[in-house]
């Protein structure tokens, strides 16, 4: 295909599923306990071959892998309490106490709280404590030393004696305060996302594991090198688009994909490319106040759970700039919640420059969501309604239960529309939205609403109460692992062109000035009876006054 731009290497922190087996080398005394641990726990995924796959998927990140499967199956056979070392305990979740033994002890001594009633097993650490706690993978924050304390074994104290020793080392490993001497390990997906929800974590690797996925992404890598290099023809191949459906953009295909089928690379050509975006950021001082207000307090707000966000990284600092260039570019739209989430996961593929380009196709572009943020939101209230309406076409019953049970259509699909899904789906689910929202537009959203509202509906229409209700929708989507099933049933039973969506808001439109006008006549009927209501006493007390001047009239 000839020379062809890849995804930022550093945004992409593990290897590529398609990947051929000579591509991603793995250490084979990885491989060797890896393939020991499931042949005891579970034997099938060893002889379905998917060891060599996991493998090369969690290269570079085997002691994240290995912790997550100790703490859901349990203890890695042939490795026992006893032969685990201070750095295999931090990673597997055991529980740690330090101790010293003798008035001025040489090395750290670490006990091992088992599981049973047993006794208490002890093992010395190799090396002064300094040395122990420095092969603690990244993944666990070192223990601060700017503040003057000292880390050296004399001046470590038993837990057991003082539970909030603030000279202990080991109590700044700890996440969660419910003792001292607990450390926690925060397991992250290959985005730096922290995994909270095992079950969905283990439906994933598997779902990524999957033989047949991984040979339609080989098939759809071929199909994308065969395009023309850097076209900035937006328009997407059936015979590509058939593949994609079975196994959507590939990762490394999807920083190109995205920025050419949505329009923005030649967008971005037209207008000065990233020289026009460090020219916007040149002067910092045309941001108006209330944008820069806005911003800060979002910055803190956006994914809190992903390394990349935090204070100090570079794509927080990226996520600053792309939002203060658009609000100088758009002063007319300003800074909306919501497109906070939608920059952060633009620059988990993107360039800088390359995500405000794309940024300001989705918010102004008329095959995204032009008019979503503007003052009011109205062009999203008119989704809303024609999404209304084709609920009540194609899927009956949904939203008289909805009204049933004290809920709009409009709150609940709110996130779905301004988000585009982000924080309503596992990530990995967004993310192939993602892929055919850039492809088709706008429309894809409401395809896509309307699949997963059919989903739902059995279960709408048996549920009585608004909590379960939301629970239920909340719990159904954070389930869905596999979207491309979602998305084949959106783009066969519920697809809908550009012509169509435009026809559906020309009549929500005139239904919604009608209405409009509606509820402005009865709120001004409304005020002229208070006015009336108001002036009432006023005019009776006079009409008094005036009786009684008449009866009693002036005496002479």
């Not at 945004?11 to 990947?19: D, F, G, H, K, P």
């Not at 419910?178 to 994933?204: C, M, P, W």
């Not at 800074?335 to 906070?340: E, K, P, S």
């Not at 706008?442 to 609403?449: E, N, R, T």
Request: overall charge negative.
């Amino acid at each position: 295909m000839g020379e062809r731009r890849r995804a930022r290497p550093r945004r992409m922190t593990a290897v590529t599923v398609a990947a051929s087996d000579g591509d991603a080398p793995f250490d084979p005394a990885w491989k060797e306990r890896l393939t020991a641990f499931y042949n005891h726990y579970l034997p099938e995924v060893v002889q379905s071959g998917r060891v060599d796959l996991m493998a090369r998927q969690y290269h570079g990140r085997e002691r994240a892998l290995f912790a997550r499967l100790q703490q859901h199956f349990g203890p890695e056979p042939g490795r026992g309490v006893s032969d685990m070392t201070p750095v295999s305990a931090c990673l597997s979740g055991t529980p740690l106490r330090a101790s010293i033994v003798g008035p001025a002890p040489d090395a750290l001594k670490v006990s091992f709280a088992g599981p049973g009633p047993e006794p208490i097993k002890k093992v010395s650490s190799v090396g002064p404590p300094t040395s122990s706690f420095a092969s603690v993978p990244s993944e666990l924050p070192q223990p601060p030393a700017a503040d003057g304390a000292d880390l050296s074994a004399d001046n470590l104290v038993d837990a057991s004696a003082s539970q909030d020793a603030p000279t202990s080392p080991l109590k700044y490993h700890s996440r969660r305060r419910r003792r001292a001497s607990t450390i926690q390990v925060n397991v992250r997906d290959k985005y730096g996302f922290i995994v909270e929800d095992d079950d969905v974590h283990e439906l994933l690797a598997h779902h990524e594991a999957s033989p047949a996925r991984n040979a339609a992404l080989r098939d759809t890598c071929a199909a994308v090198e065969a395009l023309p290099p850097a076209s900035d023809d937006p328009t997407v191949p059936a015979a590509l688009h058939d593949l994609l459906l079975e196994s959507g953009i590939p990762e490394d295909y999807r920083q190109e994909l995205w920025f050419r089928c949505s329009g923005a690379r030649r967008v971005a050509a037209e207008r000065g490319g990233r020289e026009r975006y460090l020219e916007l950021l040149a002067d910092k001082s045309k941001l108006s106040a209330q944008c820069k207000i806005d911003i800060d307090k979002d910055m803190d707000r956006t994914f809190p759970t992903c390394k990349q966000f935090e204070r100090g990284e570079s794509t927080r600092e990226e996520l600053y700039d792309v939002l203060t260039a658009f609000c100088i570019e758009h002063e007319d739209i300003g800074y909306c919640q919501g497109m906070n989430f939608i920059a952060g996961i633009l620059l988990l593929y993107l360039d800088d420059w390359e995500a405000f380009f794309l940024l300001c196709e989705i918010v102004n572009g008329k095959k995204f969501n032009e008019g979503y943020y503007r003052m009011g939101l109205a062009m999203m209230h008119l989704d809303q309604a024609v999404l209304k309406k084709l609920v009540v076409e194609k899927l009956p019953g949904v939203v008289e239960k909805l009204e049933e049970v004290n809920l709009n259509l409009e709150a609940l699909v709110v996130k779905w529309f301004l988000c585009i899904f982000v924080d309503s789906f596992p990530l990995q689910t967004t993310l192939v939205l993602w892929d055919f929202y850039f492809i088709h537009g706008i429309p894809f959203i409401f395809s896509a609403c309307l699949a997963f509202l059919a989903q739902l509906r059995e279960k709408f229409l048996a549920t009585d109460d608004l909590g379960l209700l939301m629970m239920m929708v909340r719990k159904e989507a954070s389930l869905i692992i596999d979207p491309l099933p979602l998305v084949r049933a959106a783009m066969k039973d519920y697809a809908l062109t550009g012509e169509e969506l435009a026809r559906l808001r020309g009549v929500c439109k005139e239904e919604c000035d009608r209405e409009k006008a509606e509820t402005e006549r009865r709120r001004e009927e409304m005020r002229r009876r208070r006015e009336e209501a108001a002036q009432a006493p006023q005019e009776q007390e006079a009409k008094d006054a005036k009786k009684k001047r008449k009866f009693f009239g002036r005496r002479k």
